[in-house]
T-cell receptor
Framework: GAVVSQHPSWVICKSGTSVKIECRSL??????MFWYRQFPKQSLMLMAT?????????EQGVEKDKFLINHASLTLSTLTVTSAHPEDSSFYIC????????????FGSGTQLSVL | DAKTTQPTSMDCAEGRAANLPCNHS???????VYWYRQIHSQGPQYIIH???NNETNEMASLIITEDRKSSTLILPHATLRDTAVYYC???????????FGAGTILRVKS
């Protein structure tokens, strides 16, 4: 089956620093990738849709200048949390959709971000 | 995308069938029913999807009522490793987004 690799699995950073999370589709090309965040005991919340070669589309209430998304190739999307604060501590998950395939999404294993 | 309603939690005995219901009374004709699950601290995993016919794969069966207003995910022989949050989602197949609701916490007990 299709594999989505997310890196790092967990990261601890100081308040005010920036953190980059990578999402790679290992064995398929993904025109579209999605970024979610999840707080403890809550459901996944869609943050943005990332399209290869174009600007990401952010969901209402998500700050695009704080959560920078880049989708430079068909196999890689990155999420950068800029000037991180403790309230940004969360579980971030990416997913990818097969190019030309609409049936299902494949998810990464997630990144636990802790901002001190 | 249509909204779904699922029970907050369910328990199931190991080895027995787990039947997880989902209501989607506002589903429209071009919306599919998808099921994903999320094991603790991992990314969601695709299980199955369907439009109006019942579906079966190696993981589960999906039963959709004739009026399509509800569905049931069936795990035929639940194991402890099936303990997870199960999400029922409806969306247009060409739709770009997958929006998660609260899901059902399934606890499989020995």
């Amino acid at each position: 089956g299709a594999v989505v690799s997310q890196h790092p699995s967990w990261v601890i950073c100081k308040s005010g620093t920036s953190v980059k999370i990578e999402c790679r589709s290992l064995d398929f090309q993904a025109t579209t990738m999605f970024w979610y965040r999840q707080f403890p005991k809550q459901s996944l919340m869609l943050m943005a849709t990332s399209n290869e070669g174009s600007k990401a589309t952010y969901e209402q209430g998500v700050e695009k200048d704080k959560f920078l998304i880049n989708h430079a190739s068909l196999t890689l999307s990155t999420l950068t949390v800029t000037s991180a604060h403790p309230e940004d501590s969360s579980f971030y998950i990416c997913s990818a959709r097969l190019t030309g395939g609409f049936e299902k999404l494949f998810f990464g294993s997630g990144t636990q971000l802790s901002v001190l | 995308d249509a909204k779904t309603t699922q029970p907050t939690s369910m328990d199931c005995a190991e080895g027995r069938a787990a039947n997880l219901p989902c209501n989607h009374s506002t589903i429209s004709g071009n919306e599919y029913v998808y099921w994903y699950r999320q094991i603790h601290s991992q990314g969601p995993q695709y299980i199955i999807h369907g439009l109006k016919n019942n579906e079966t794969n190696e993981m589960a069966s999906l039963i959709i009522t004739e009026d399509r207003k509800s569905s049931t995910l069936i795990l035929p022989h639940a194991t402890l490793r099936d303990t997870a949050v199960y999400y029922c989602i409806v969306r247009v197949v060409e739709g770009n987004k997958l929006v998660f609701g609260a899901g059902t916490i399934l606890r499989v007990k020995s």
